[in-house]
């Protein structure tokens, strides 16, 4: 996955504010850490940058590194259960390198769309 984003590329790209937080990283549970995210899907790649400030560039001006990144390839999304967060509409997302994330938006058009976008990427790409 890139270092940096590109500008959108293909009608698949998406990006937008959510909230995102780790639950595992390489396996391991991490503490929780909610934080808002421009997050940005380009390819099979999910880029996360910081969240505030606004800026004019298409995703978000000066913040131009990702905090993280990851790879969908291989990866799966389910809605959460409520075990995983009191919120609402939360995205699971698991990777193949066992990295589980949890993307979430109080508006739920916004968290379907999410889901779509993220479920087409995976099998758009299941064989890569
Ligand atoms: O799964 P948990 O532990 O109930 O998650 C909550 C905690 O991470 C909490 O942080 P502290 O334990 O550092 O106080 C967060 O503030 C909550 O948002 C987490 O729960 P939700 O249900 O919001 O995902």
Known sequence: ???SPKPPSSP???SGLVNVT???ENGKKVRKNWTSSLTILQGSCLLFTKGH???TSWFGGSQSKPEFTVD???GSVEWASKDKSSKKHV???KTRQG???LIQSEN????SEWFRALQETISTHAWE
Do not use: Q
């Open 1 to 3: 996955c890139p270092s």
């Open 22 to 24: 780790k639950i595992t």
């Open 99 to 101: 990295t589980e994330l």
């Open 91 to 93: 995205i699971e997302l």
């Open 108 to 111: 739920e058009s916004v968290a």
């Open 72 to 74: 969908l390839r291989g």
């Open 53 to 55: 400030g606004g800026g």
């Open 12 to 14: 698949s790209d998406k």
